[in-house]
């Protein structure tokens, strides 16, 4: 089946650096990708709508100069959290939609814990 | 997206049929119910989908309400391995532009 890659699986950093994430999708090609965050304890928080070859739309109160959203090829997203701070903190999530499925389901890649000192 | 409501968790015995319940009152007609679960530390899981008709595979049974208001996912015997907070969810089939938005979802515990 289709597989959605993230890397890295995990990343400490100190608070004030940038941290990018990439999620793939290895054998489909993606025009749209999903990013969401989710807090210890709650639900997934859709972030922002990554489109390939345009600008990202963002989920209200979501910063868009805070978290940095590329997705240069049909097979890439990145998540830039730039300055990133311990609020920061969070396992990052996203997820992509094979053109074409006849099964319309999201396949999400395996999360990033991004852990902010 | 359809707004959906569920349980905030629920247990149950090794072993036995896990039947999680989910309201979505305000489904259009072309919106399709699917579960999704999510293993602790891990990205959700597609789990099972319709439209209309009761569903089944490996995993799960679907079963939709004559009125399409509410469903329920059943496990049919449920193992350890199946305690995760489990997502129902509603969406256009060929949605793959369309964002989705989680619930709450259901933590189900299974319980030896």
């Known amino acids: 089946g289709a597989v959605v890659s993230q890397h890295p699986s995990w990343v400490i950093c100190k608070s004030g650096t940038s941290v990018k994430i990439e999620c793939r999708s290895l054998d489909f090609q993606a025009t749209t990708m999903f990013w969401y965050r989710q807090f210890p304890k709650q639900s997934l928080m859709l972030m922002a709508t990554?489109?390939?070859?345009?600008?990202?739309?963002?989920e209200q109160g979501v910063e868009k100069d805070k978290f940095l959203i590329n997705h240069a090829s049909l097979t890439l997203s990145t998540l830039t959290v730039t300055s990133a701070h311990p609020e920061d903190s969070s396992f990052y999530i996203c997820?992509?939609?094979?053109?074409?499925?006849?099964?319309?389901?999201?396949?999400f890649g395996e999360g990033s814990r991004l852990t902010v000192l | 997206d359809a707004k959906t409501t569920q349980p905030t968790s629920m247990d149950c015995a090794e072993g036995r049929a896990a039947n999680l319940p989910c309201n979505h009152s305000t489904i259009s007609g072309n919106e399709y119910v699917y579960w999704y679960r999510q293993i602790h530390s891990q990205g959700p899981q597609y789990i099972i989908h319709?439209?209309?008709n009761n569903e089944t595979n490996e995993m799960a049974s679907l079963i939709i309400t004559e009125d399409r208001k509410s469903s329920t996912l059943i496990l049919p015997h449920a193992t350890l391995r199946d305690t995760a907070v489990y997502y129902c969810i509603v969406r256009v089939l060929s949605g793959g532009y369309q964002k989705v938005t989680f619930g709450t979802g259901t933590k189900l515990q299974v319980i030896p």
């Open positions: 997820s992509a939609h094979p053109p074409g499925g006849s099964t319309g389901e999201l396949f």
């Open positions: 319709g439209l209309k």
């Open positions: 990554s489109n390939e070859g345009s600008k990202a739309t963002y």
